[in-house]
């Protein structure tokens, strides 16, 4: 198909609605996974569906046309974050297999399955469990480490809320029952799958479930020491920063990173934005009588 929709119908680009409507109607009745048992005519028919789905709305089909949108209905070049594809290789807006919300089509099916009135004649009941959503969902970084609410658009239209539990990671997926497409019949809902990405944070940064946090301390406190006020995902608080401390030396915050993980704060000495007279002369002196090799290696059990 490669991702032209008229070409999954059999279809030129200028069929007309009706002819885009009465090829899906074809191929429904011949390639139906519960009419004919060929996986080949299942993924005929995923097409076919995902290809009516777009073409039927006439907004969509001309975005399509005019290259605004691909077969997904996915913009060019970006993506959008919420109405990702509705099934693994499926249609963004999730629609089912395009049958559901359409009466005409409805009664295709009420034919094929017996629906029509209730089962007559021999006829059954259609039931059909409802389209699984799949979205992509950013969250702020505080938020997955602390847990939180956030609302996603639905394909169908309104929001729904999300509970974000704490310490989700970037990549994890959050299952949400029943709220998928509608099913058919006795058909229970789909389900929406979550996959979420966590949005970068300017301070902090995660380490399995550890934080970690860069903190800039001065040089009179790198030599003396002193208590400082530390930025947590909970809130700041103090920590002693012992004398004589270098930069990239680790302190540890127990119990403040995600889910009982602790915080790690990694000290960088941040100089004076102006080395005055003063305290060039001062290093003048004290490097005179206490001068030492920052580079020299240890010696060997010394």
């Keep these: 198909m490669s991702g032209d929709p008229y070409a999954a119908l059999g279809l030129a680009r200028t069929a007309s609605e009706a002819e885009i409507k009465a090829a899906y109607r074809k191929i429904a009745k011949a390639d139906h996974p519960d009419l004919n048992p060929d996986p080949a005519a299942a993924e005929r028919f995923k097409a076919a569906a995902r290809a009516y789905d ?146 970068p944070h300017p301070d902090f940064r995660r380490e399995g479930d550890d934080i970690l946090v860069v903190l800039p301390i001065g040089l009179d406190e790198a030599v003396l020491g002193g208590k400082v006020a530390v930025p947590t995902i909970d809130g700041p608080v103090n920590m002693t920063i012992p004398k004589g401390a270098s930069s990239g030396r680790r302190l540890r915050l127990r119990g403040r990173g995600i889910n009982g993980g602790d915080q790690q704060v990694e000290l960088r000495i941040v100089m004076p934005p102006k080395v005055d007279d003063e305290l060039a002369a001062f290093f003048e002196e004290w490097r005179g009588r206490h001068g030492y090799d920052p580079r020299a290696r240890p010696k060997a059990g010394g």
């Excluded at 209730?118 to 997955?144: K, W």
């Excluded at 169908?156 to 809320?161: H, K, P, R, V």
Aim: no cysteine; proline share 5%; charged share 30%.
């Design 54 to 199: 777009l073409l039927k709305d006439p907004e969509q089909r001309r975005r399509f046309d005019a290259g605004e949108i691909d077969m997904q209905g996915q913009e060019r070049p970006q993506r959008r974050s919420y109405r990702e594809q509705a099934e693994a290789a499926g249609h963004p807006y999730a629609r089912g297999y395009g049958f559901e919300s359409d009466p005409d089509l409805s009664d295709v099916f009420a034919d094929l399955f017996g629906r029509r009135g209730g089962p007559q004649g021999g006829g059954h009941d259609f039931h059909m469990r409802g389209q699984d959503y799949r979205f992509g969902l950013e969250v702020d970084f505080l938020t997955a480490a602390r847990g939180g609410k956030t609302r996603i658009s639905l394909p169908e239209g309104g929001d729904l809320e999300v509970a974000i539990p704490r310490g989700v990671r970037d990549g994890q997926t959050i299952r949400l029952r029943g709220k998928g497409g509608a099913g058919m019949g006795q058909g229970g809902a789909g389900d929406a799958y979550l996959t979420v990405s966590v949005a």
